[in-house]
């Protein structure tokens, strides 16, 4: 098996969001490309990650595997990657190695990550319709939800004819921001308006997570499903979180 991402300096950004969530991780590798999602220790969350074949300058996979890591030790093996490195991914004696080297700058590294037996099968969430959704650079949803953020535990996000809302009604005192329906950002609603609450903490990390990885970011909520934060990256590849909403009295 050999993987060299396209883009050595997303896959580590990729590698760090996924550690925020998932302490184990289950690489699921085939001729398609290199998948990994679970449920976050809190049970609120669900992460989906995928690097599409079309964004691996080489994918080598003779036959699909499954392959156990922890994340923080992933993590760190790729810490020190920079955006002109060559990272390639690899399995020997029951060790995944990652090696990377920049033939410009005269380096080269490799680790060896002891692999876990990890026995969870694959989730998939069903196809889920959703009321409402929002398209808008990543740094402005990204910048609200932490300023609206600091007033409370609980965020609410609406749209309606106005545009998408984001308030907070703390102990400390109210606060709320507006992104409107302009040109550069895109809206959809099917009804008058439509809202839902969500952990502050939650939603700020899926943000902080997702921003290194895309400029846009897309979400598609309700009051009733899991928030749904899209990003997507390279020509197929994709970062997806989903967060339970809060249910208030």
């Keep these: 098996m050999e993987i060299v991402p396209s883009d050595s300096a997303l896959f580590r950004s990729s590698m ?3 550690k925020e969530f998932l302490p184990q991780l289950q690489l699921r590798i085939s001729s398609e490309g290199l998948r990994i999602n679970g449920m976050d220790v809190s049970h609120v969350g669900f992460v989906d990650y995928f690097l599409g074949a079309a964004d691996c300058a080489v994918l080598k996979v003779p036959t699909p595997c ?3 890591l922890n994340s923080l030790m992933l993590s760190k093996t790729l810490g020190s990657v920079g955006a002109g490195d060559r990272v390639t991914l690899g399995l020997k004696d029951d060790k995944f190695v990652v090696s990377y080297k920049n033939d410009k700058l005269g380096k080269k590294a490799t680790y060896a990550i002891s692999t876990l037996d990890i026995s969870e099968e694959a989730l998939n969430l069903p196809e889920l319709t959703y009321g409402t959704s929002v398209v808008a650079k990543t740094s402005d949803i990204l910048g609200i ?3 609206v953020g600091g007033f409370g535990d609980v965020l609410k996000l609406r ?3 106005d545009g998408f809302h984001v308030s907070c009604d703390g102990d400390g ?3 709320q921001q507006s992104l409107e329906n ?3 950002r895109d809206m959809t609603l099917d009804s008058d308006f439509m809202e839902a609450s969500f952990g502050t903490k939650y939603l700020t990390t899926i943000m902080k997570s997702g921003a290194p990885l895309s400029s846009v970011t897309r979400l598609d909520f309700d009051g009733t499903q899991p928030l749904k934060a899209s990003f997507q990256f390279g020509k197929e590849s994709r970062f997806v979180s989903y ?3 809060k249910i208030m009295d």
């Design 182 to 184: 302009t040109e550069d």
């Design 66 to 68: 499954v392959i156990g």
């Design 159 to 161: 749209v309606d004819e």
């Design 173 to 175: 005192g109210q606060a």
């Design 145 to 147: 939800v932490k300023e």
């Design 243 to 245: 967060l339970a909403p």
């Design 16 to 18: 760090d969001a996924l």
